[in-house]
């Protein structure tokens, strides 16, 4: 059973940072592509970075620069490293895996029904 636990969420103020982590159980980083999303109060969910088997990384453009994903293998935990935060950021964010196709691809990764597997989520309050 597949199971993803998003923690580091809190409350910072603009110019802060943060680590969020996403720890996995039953699956294999190899097998999947890799998510984070968020999800401000009345907006739609969408993707900010994508992490693909062979380690690749996309970032939507806002956060280019500022968010870094990565993953250790030996932990089982996905990492979402947040630079610069602005209010902009204020959000729920959410740890997402993808089997599929449209997960690892550059033009569809941030497509939500690509991921079959999400995490509960974890809050990201960033103050002015």
């Known amino acids: 059973q597949v199971q993803l636990v998003e923690s580091g969420g809190d409350a910072v103020q603009a110019g802060g940072s943060l680590r969020l982590s996403c720890t996995t159980s039953?699956?294999?980083?190899?097998?999947?592509?890799m998510g984070w999303f968020r999800q401000a109060p009345g907006k739609e969910r969408e993707g900010v970075a994508n992490?693909?088997?062979?380690?690749?990384?996309k970032y939507v453009d806002s956060v280019k620069g500022r968010f870094t994903i990565s993953q250790d293998n030996a932990k089982n935990t996905l990492y979402l490293e947040m630079n610069s935060l602005q209010p902009e950021d204020t959000a729920m964010y959410y740890c997402?895996?993808?089997?599929?196709?449209?997960?690892?691809?550059?033009?569809?990764?941030?497509?939500?029904?690509?991921?079959?597997?999400w995490g509960q989520g974890t809050q990201v309050t960033v103050s002015s």
């Open positions: 997402a895996a993808g089997e599929s196709w449209r997960a690892c691809d550059r033009g569809r990764w941030r497509e939500v029904n690509a991921y079959n597997n």
């Open positions: 039953g699956i294999v980083f190899s097998n999947y592509c």
């Open positions: 992490l693909d088997r062979g380690g690749g990384t």
